[in-house]
C-alpha cells in the first residue's frame, strides 16, 4: 500500500501540470481508466469541480454512465466501483493530520493525467 500525506498528495497532482485543476487524473484501481473532474462532470455526477471534488479519485465515473461491475481485464472502459465499500481495492492512502488514512486512487503520471486531458480536448472540440 503506498501512503502519502495531503501535503505530499497535492504536490503529486500539482506536478502533473495542469493548468485546470478540473484536469488533474487519477486511476481508478479497479479498471485501470484515467479520469478527471471533467469526466465526472460530463458523466452527470455534477455541474462544476466542486461539486464532483467529494467523488473524485473515490468513484469511478462509470458509476454515473451506467458501466457494470470491472471486467476480468482492464478494457479501457470505466466500472462502477467506489472506494466506500468493505472490500480494500485501493493502492493509495492519504494521511490526513490527525493519522487518520484515506483510501484513493492512485495519482496519474504527469504523461498519463496530460494525454487524457487532450483526449478531453479533442472530444469537446468534435462536438
Do not use: N, Y
Not at 502519502?4 to 486511476?27: N, S, V
Not at 455526477?45 to 467523488?55: C, K
Not at 458501466?67 to 470505466?78: E, H, I, L, M, Y
Amino acid at each position: 500500500m503506498q501512503t502519502m500525506t495531503i501535503p505530499e498528495f497535492h504536490a503529486a497532482l500539482m506536478a502533473q501540470g495542469m493548468d485546470d485543476r478540473a484536469d488533474m487524473a487519477m486511476i481508478c484501481p479497479c479498471c485501470g481508466t484515467v479520469q478527471s473532474a471533467r469526466d465526472l462532470i460530463a458523466a452527470g455526477a455534477g455541474q462544476d469541480f466542486d461539486t464532483v471534488e467529494r467523488f473524485l479519485g473515490f468513484s469511478c465515473v462509470g458509476r454515473w454512465t451506467g458501466a457494470g461491475s470491472p471486467r476480468r481485464k482492464p478494457d479501457g472502459q470505466p466500472c462502477d466501483r467506489t472506494l466506500g465499500g468493505m472490500f480494500r481495492l485501493h493502492k493509495l492512502e492519504v494521511i490526513d493530520s490527525d493519522g487518520v488514512k484515506h483510501p484513493r486512487f492512485e495519482v496519474a503520471t504527469p504523461e498519463q493525467a496530460q494525454q487524457h486531458a487532450h483526449e478531453i480536448a479533442q472530444k469537446v472540440g468534435a462536438a
